[in-house]
C-alpha cells in the first residue's frame, strides 16, 4: 500500500480519516478475486468473528464457516462446552443449514420462540421418526393464539430435497415448486437439514473454510492467567483449528509466557495473540511464538479503554504498522475492531491484515447467541457487551469468593449492556456477509488486485477531512 501522492501523514489515522483511489484495472469480474487468505487459518474469506460472548457462539460458527471465515469461541466458556461445541460445528453440513423442529402437538409459542434462532425463518415439523410432514412461518403464527397447536397451522404441503443434491439443482427445484426452502432429507426420509433459495445461491458463491477432513474449522481462545499451557492443551485436543491467546493487553510479560507455554506444545495449529498496536509489541509476540498477531486497542464498539485510561491507537495506523513488520517477521496480523462498514474491512486489508475480527456488528443478528428482544417500538436487538466490562467480569470470575468477585467488579473498561438492533433489510450474519464482500470485490477490482495479496500491495490511499467522509455517505432522502 502506499499513500496518495507519496505524502505519509505525520499523524495516525482511523478507518474514516483514509480513502481509496482507483487505479487502471484488468480484472473484468469482481466474482474472479480471490478472497482466500494465507496466514493459515484456513479462511477463504477474511472474516473472523471476535471472541466475545454476546457474539461468538455455534450456531455463528457454524453459519460463519459455511461461507469461509471463522469464530473463536471466547476464553469464558468451560472447556467441556467449548468441546462439544467444536464437535457440534465440524459434524455441521457444508451445504445446507441446520433446521428448528418441533412436532404438530407443540404450540405457535414454542415456533415463535424459536424462529428468530435461525435466518431461514421456518421451523419443520417432524414425527416421530423424524420426517418432515409440515413447515410453519412466522406468517402462519401471525393473529393466533400462542397455545394453538402447530397442527393447525402448519403447511402440509412440504418439498423436501434429497441431501447430496447439487446448489443449482435445488434451486431449480425450489424455483419450479415456487417454495422459498425445503427440508433437506437423507435415503429414509428422515429430516438432516433445511435450504433456501438463496441458501442454495450462496453456496455457489462461497466457499466453506474446511479442515484437512473437509469439516467446518472454528477456533477458541484461552486466557493469560491461570495454567495456560493446561487450558491450551484441552483446547488443542478437542479439534480447533486455531488457538487464540488473549488479553487487552496483550505486549506484556505474562503474554509473553503464556506464548512460549503454548508454543512448547508443539500444537500444530496457527497461534494468534494479542492485543497490540506497535511494531514493537507485534515483533515481540511473533519472537515469543505468536504466528498471527491480534492488533486493536480501544476501537471497538463496546471497548471504552481510550476514554478510561487514553491509551490505544487509531486502528488503520496501527494495522498499517504492526503488518509491515509481521510481514518482515514472515508472521500475519488480523485487524481487531473498528470496522462499521464494508469499507472499513477493504481499509483494513490494504493496510495490510490477513483477516479481519468483526465483534459488535453481528450481535444484532439471528446467529448471535442471545434471544431476540423487542423495544417498545417493535424493532428487535439483542443486548452486546464488552470483554472487559463488569457483566463479562462477573461470567469469568464465577468460581471467585463473592469478595473476590466484587472487588473486581469494582473496575471495567467495556460497556456491561448495549442494543444491537437487528437491521430488517439484513438480518442475519449471512446477509451481513454478502455486502462485506460485495463492497470488498469491488474495492479489489477498483485497486486492479485479483487476490487479497494484490490488493495490499496495489491499493493507493489518500487522507480525507470530514467533509469528505461525508460526502461519501449515500443520502436515503432528498436534501
Known amino acids: 500500500m502506499r499513500f496518495l501522492n507519496g505524502l505519509a501523514p505525520a499523524h495516525d489515522l482511523t478507518y474514516s480519516d483514509v480513502f481509496m483511489v482507483p487505479s487502471r484495472s484488468a480484472i473484468g469480474s469482481r466474482l474472479s478475486v480471490d478472497l482466500s487468505t494465507h496466514d493459515g487459518s484456513g479462511t477463504t474469506l477474511p472474516i473472523v468473528v471476535a471472541n466475545m460472548t454476546a457474539v461468538a457462539g455455534r450456531r455463528m460458527a457454524e453459519t460463519v464457516a459455511r461461507r469461509g471465515g471463522i469464530t473463536v469461541i471466547p476464553q469464558d466458556i468451560p472447556i467441556d462446552v467449548v468441546a462439544d461445541v ?7 453440513d457444508l451445504l445446507h443449514d441446520t433446521p428448528i423442529t418441533l412436532t404438530s402437538h407443540d404450540t405457535v409459542g414454542d415456533a415463535l420462540n424459536l424462529l428468530p434462532k435461525r435466518a431461514h425463518g421456518a421451523v419443520i415439523i417432524v ?8 413447515v410453519v412461518t412466522e406468517a402462519d403464527c401471525s393473529g393466533v393464539d400462542m397455545f394453538t397447536q402447530l397442527s393447525e397451522v402448519m403447511s402440509a404441503s412440504v418439498l423436501t430435497l434429497p441431501a447430496g443434491l447439487d446448489p443449482r439443482a435445488a434451486f431449480d427445484h425450489l424455483h419450479e415448486g415456487r417454495h422459498r426452502l425445503a427440508p433437506v432429507v437423507d435415503d429414509n426420509g428422515r429430516l438432516v437439514g433445511i435450504l ?84 514493537d509489541g507485534t515483533h515481540d509476540l511473533i519472537k515469543a511464538g505468536a504466528d498471527i498477531v491480534k492488533v486493536g486497542v480501544g476501537p471497538g464498539a463496546m471497548c ?25 517477521l514472515g508472521g500475519h496480523v488480523w485487524a481487531d475492531g473498528g470496522v462499521r462498514h464494508p469499507r472499513d474491512v477493504a481499509l483494513a486489508l490494504a493496510a495490510g491484515a490477513a483477516n479481519v475480527m468483526i465483534g459488535s456488528w453481528f450481535a444484532g443478528t439471528y446467529e448471535s447467541p442471545g434471544d431476540a428482544r423487542t ?55 449471512e446477509d451481513q456477509i454478502d455486502a462485506i464482500v460485495a463492497g470488498l470485490r469491488s474495492a479489489c477490482t477498483y485497486a ?32
Open 375 to 429: 423495544d417498545a417500538n417493535g424493532r428487535q436487538y439483542k443486548e452486546n457487551f464488552g470483554m472487559a466490562s463488569a457483566r463479562a467480569v462477573r461470567l469469568r470470575t464465577a468460581d471467585d469468593s463473592p469478595f473476590e468477585r466484587a472487588r473486581k467488579a469494582l473496575f471495567e473498561e467495556g460497556i456491561s449492556t448495549s442494543r444491537m438492533y437487528l437491521d430488517p433489510v439484513r438480518p442475519s450474519v
Open 86 to 92: 467444536v464437535e457440534w460445528v465440524k459434524k455441521r
Open 196 to 279: 433456501t433459495r438463496t441458501g442454495a445461491l450462496r453456496a455457489t458463491l462461497y466457499q466453506p473454510a474446511v479442515d484437512r477432513a473437509g469439516r467446518l474449522r472454528v477456533a477458541a481462545a484461552v486466557g493469560v492467567n491461570g495454567d495456560v499451557a493446561a487450558r491450551a492443551k484441552e483446547l488443542i485436543e478437542s479439534g480447533i483449528d486455531v488457538l487464540v491467546v488473549d488479553t487487552a493487553h496483550g505486549h506484556q510479560e505474562k503474554m509473553i509466557a503464556a506464548l512460549k507455554a503454548v508454543k512448547a506444545l508443539t500444537p500444530g495449529i496457527p497461534i494468534a495473540a494479542g492485543n497490540v498496536v506497535t511494531a
Open 448 to 479: 486492479g488486485a485479483g487476490n487479497l495479496e494484490e490488493f495490499h500491495e496495489r491499493a493507493i490511499v489518500g487522507v480525507q477531512s470530514s467533509s469528505g467522509y461525508s460526502e461519501g455517505m449515500p443520502l436515503h432522502q432528498s436534501w
Open 304 to 328: 471504552t479503554t481510550r476514554m478510561m485510561t487514553g491509551v490505544g491507537r487509531p486502528q488503520f495506523s496501527a494495522v498499517l504498522e504492526c503488518s509491515a513488520e509481521a510481514r518482515r
Open 127 to 134: 414425527d416421530w421418526d423424524n420426517r418432515p410432514i409440515g
